[in-house]
């Protein structure tokens, strides 16, 4: 992707970098970077920016800690921009804010969101929380609870009370969360697999 890449079509050499968490789609921030931030950024594996107001190469969370940790990258159409999804390690703005949009960076996906909350709870120390009381008991009371609510949300497809089969459906899609998260998967792995199946 190098040679496809302009950085002559900038008059400081330097080339809108836009940053996109790989988990929430949330845009975290716009930096600009060289051929040389974009080379250190692939070889450390942590998004590294030319700072105009530094004058030099400098790595996002070099003071902070709150590095962002490259997965994947994409340059545009016309060959002058970049997008890189990464994990952030903490907030981005130097404001403290999530994003340099004052956003909270949570998926606009709820189920995504869902995920992130069934992971916090799961190793949480709340004695009080079902989640982590689930996952105490292990994956075959985890599964067990996944049949019980597959039989309710039968049961209650054969009736005509919609209220009912919908709280069903919600309590089985939930254990089945629970359930993928307990195998280490998630929900996006087996979207992906139905991704696959629907291109054949």
Known sequence: MEQNMDFNKFSDGLMPAIIQDVETGKVLMLGYMNLEAFNETLSSGKICFYSRSKARLWTKGEESGNFLHLKSYALDCDQDALLFKVKPAGPV????????????NVAEDFLVHLEGIIELRKNSEDENSYIRSLFKKGINKIAQKVGEEAVEVVIEAKDNDDEKF??????LLFHYLLLLN????????VKEILKQRHKK
């Open 182 to 189: 307990s195998k280490g998967f998630n929900l996006a792995q």
């Open 93 to 104: 703005c130097h404001t403290g804010a999530d994003t340099c949009w004052d956003e909270v």
């Open 166 to 171: 919908l709280n069903e459906s919600a309590d």
